[in-house]
């Protein structure tokens, strides 16, 4: 489903909900009726909140089935739960049974991260830091800096201020050494000024007469090594959807059958599209008769006389055309991408449907889609 047919599913979802407020029966949650408040969601995550009586109930439920009537998404009830907060053991013996789902307890894990009532410990929180936004020591350090900076620039605020009277009694900051009876607090702030010696000075990181901890944080961050295939990846005129594709194929993350066997998901391994080989990134990326044809076909279109190689070849190939800012290579990398992509697709459109399109037909897609990215490039794809 496309997200903009998602966001319009997920809006209609909400306004069925949120007619609750106006139905006489509906009773809110105790801490959700001040708000009106009957949900909450985060992208396919709902939340829904009533008081516990069958009735509300009834209606909450009533409200979700009147969307799903319309859009034919359906809950999972198998991996629903529903949580009580002050409720009896009979009425929640009985409510439990009437939605037929599983009882859950509280706090329950939402994104890695216990969701709870009270306040949440840095240990509870680290999932959620460590796995989705940054490295918090170095972000933490590059913060504790931007405070070292105040004092150095002698920030027009009252903590400056005193810092400078009591502490460094008008002496350089820079050079005198740290005061032994500071707080530990400005101790830390003072050892920063290793991390900015260390990095040369402020320079790197000033933007308009200001530090930046963002970019402090970006120099002192652990470092990963580059991937050589960047130039594929990036700059590039395709959807966010093809590159994603290409980008799994790259680190052999699509879902081939080779790797669901590694899973210890039966399925029968050969491949969807020449019912010849097993499936693997490397035999649909072009090893495959299919594919193969495609590709080829593709670059004879676009007067590209080379033979059609293994996926690993074609990407060193391709990483030489990137480097070129010819409108012709820009055309081929476009291409490449969304051939990878149709073939992708088909490969799908034989597990969801049963049939995939003919190689011709599916060049042709790929030329017009081609085109449409890049329209000066027409002379180049359209013969
Ligand atoms: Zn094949």
């Known amino acids: ?33 001040k708000l009106n408040l009957t949900h909450m969601m985060f992208a396919d995550d709902l939340l829904m909140f009533s008081r516990a009586d069958s009735v509300s109930i009834k209606l909450l439920f009533q409200a979700f089935l009147k969307f799903s009537g319309a859009s ?16 009896s053991v009979d009425v929640q013996t009985e409510l ?31 999932p959620l830091v460590e796995k989705n936004l940054l490295s918090l020591p170095e972000w933490n350090k590059a913060a504790v800096t931007k405070l070292l900076w105040d004092i150095a ?34 101790k830390k702030i003072l050892s920063c000024r290793d991390v900015v010696n260390d990095q040369g000075g402020w320079d790197g990181f000033i933007q308009g007469n200001k530090m930046k901890i963002k970019k402090l944080y970006a120099a002192i961050r652990p470092q990963v090594p580059k991937v050589p295939w960047k130039r594929v990846i990036c700059h590039n005129l395709e959807t966010p959807k093809s590159v994603f594709i290409l980008w799994l194929a790259l680190w052999n993350r699509l879902v081939t059958k080779d790797r669901l066997l590694q899973w210890n998901i039966s399925c029968d391994p050969r491949c969807f599209l020449c019912l010849n080989s097993n499936e693997s990134v490397k035999h649909l990326f072009f090893d495959c008769e299919y594919s193969r044809q495609v590709l080829n076909k593709v670059l004879g279109i676009l007067h590209v006389s080379k033979p059609v190689q293994h996926f690993s070849d074609e990407i060193e190939w391709l990483k030489k055309i990137c480097r070129s800012s010819r409108l012709k290579n820009k055309v ?20 969801f449907t049963g049939c995939y399109k003919p190689v011709d037909v599916l060049v042709r897609d790929i030329v017009f889609h081609s085109a449409y990215k890049i329209p000066a490039a027409s002379k180049y794809l359209i013969a």
């Open 153 to 186: 620039h002698k920030a027009n605020n009252l903590w400056v201020k005193w810092v400078h009277i009591y502490y460094f009694k008008h002496k350089d900051c820079w050079t005198t050494p740290t005061p032994a009876k500071c707080s530990w607090f400005l």
């Open 96 to 126: 439990r049974e009437l939605l037929g789902v599983s009882q859950g307890t509280i706090p329950f894990r939402y994104l890695g991260v216990p969701l709870s009532s009270k306040k949440l410990t840095i240990a509870q929180c680290r």
């Open 332 to 351: 081929v990398h476009v291409a490449f991408i969304e051939t990878v992509y149709g073939i992708w697709l088909q490969r799908n459109a034989v597990l």
């Open 72 to 87: 034919w998404l359906f809950a999972n009830l198998d991996k629903s739960e529903v949580y009580f907060g002050g409720v």
């Open 1 to 33: 489903m496309s997200l903009f047919l998602f966001a319009i599913g997920m809006e209609y979802l909400s306004r069925c909900l949120d007619e609750l407020r106006l139905t006489p029966n509906f009773n809110f949650h105790p801490r959700c009726e």
